[in-house]
């Protein structure tokens, strides 16, 4: 049995962000001073232009712009201090009310904006397009064209009015609430307190009775707290629905895809490529199987290390550091100085803490200040190979802010993952040509194709999940928590097929994932990234050195043009039906080479 959970010191534990970019403390007066100065430049913009957007010209409009660019500067600033403060502790009372604040700020300020986006909208087509046609707005006419690509979709301003306010006691209070509440999850393991990110890191456990007491755990909790847990899906499922239908848009999916600027037909062509390889996971779980030497693989097995000599690797921060910035400097000293400055300037949290929320994410800000990036750092590989995932999305907001401006700082869910899965890309490469050991290389190998599969597989897996829900609870109505557990396990086994056995006790592990609640239809994006990451790494494997600056160029334009257009500047054609083939057969010569490795090395264990 494992050993109770005692964080392992990193040199993480001081690893703090600074927020001073934004506000010195919670009690800053310069807080109350900018939030009045948000109130008066909104009050000043409405007043300036409310009732004038049809006769407005292309000098008008970058006028318009230039003073939201400021509008939008400032309600960033307010809301990522707040934001990042309480995702730190979601228990401390202070940040809970600022968060609040801010989200009743933001619902007033969109109150007050959205007439503007209604009345562009509101134009006949022949007028949009002489404004969009005119030089002066050029800065700004990817962001005003792609605006009207909503204009099916809008509500009368009074409908839209009451729909920003009711999400704060709405939407937004509901995901607040499930954050807290799973934040909140404590565990007694082995006589020590623990939290769920504890938990969840013991599923990584070589001791496998250490991996079944974890799974059983959460899956004990998880049931505890099923009223809850469903109640909050039930609703925001609910709110989703009611949303969808008052706004017209054809499925639940529409909506996300419309955001991400894919189009129906891009992501049916890479959830039908996914499903349709699903017996790639199980020949690699097959492998797996016989490599542990078990008779049977439980749920709890998938994330066993293979118990080789990789398996035990520890990487203290400073190691971690060392390991990413190499890799980074290899591909780019340019990028490299950019992570750079996320350890010097202080932009990186790291350490597990009690009321921290679970998980990692790097978050854009704005333009005038700087990103920052969220971790639960405990040494393991995977927190190594995470710490350079958040980077490289921090890279990608540091670049495109610094060359396009606050706009293009918020790139559609589709492309957002590409920056940090590449990252990931190049540690991985970059430790496997350093190593000469074939069973560590067979380990690092096996983990790696793992975390692929849970980036592609599982998250289409868990796409297929929210469209079984969201259509369930709309032609059934209110679903029991057995039957989100039906529904999970259904999409599950599918993924897994015999290589696995998926208990029913593992029915209710849905009900932790916060991005089915956050942003509903989010999950297919990380099997986008992944799979447009492979692709582009084989054009950096077949072109070698000119690949880099067309790469940084494309990170650099962020949200700047649609990206089926972006990629195409670096030879991608994503509108392609087999486009995601490339990123599969990727997949599959990496799943070969361990099976040759494996049958290489231990040979009786495929007798």
Known sequence: MSEAVKQRPTGAEAVLWDLSVFYISPDDPQIEADIEKLGRLADAFQDRWRGKVASMSAADFLSAYRQLEAIYDLRGRLASFAFLNFSTDTGDARFQAAVARIEELEAALSQKLVFFELEWNALADEAAAAILADPAIAEYRYYLEAERRNRPYMLSEAEEQISIEKQVTGSAAWTRFFTQLTSAFRFDWLGEEVNMTAVLNKLHDADRDAREMAWRKLTDKLREKS???????????????????????PSWISARNLKNKASDEVVQALVDTVTGNYALVARHYRLKRALLGYDELYDYDRYAPLNLKESETFYTWDEARAVVLKAFDTFSPAMAAVAQRFFEQNWIHAPVLPNKRGGAFAAPTVASANPFVFLNYLGTTRDVTTLAHELGHGMHMYLSAEAKGLFALYTPLTTAEMASTFAEMLVFQDLMAAEDDDEVKLSMLMEKIEDTFATVFRQISMNRFEDKIHRARRAEGELTAKRFNTLWLETQRDMFGDSVTITDEYGSWWSYVPHFLHTPGYVYAYSFG??????????YQEEGAPFVPKYLQLLAAGDSDYPDRLLARVGVDINDPDFWRKGIDFIEEWVAQAEALARALYPRKFA
């Open 227 to 249: 009223m809850e847990l469903s109640f909050i899906f039930n609703t925001l499922i609910l709110d989703k629905a009611n949303s969808d239908r008052r706004r017209g848009y």
């Open 530 to 539: 992944e799979l447009l990451v492979l692709a582009l790494y084989r054009l």
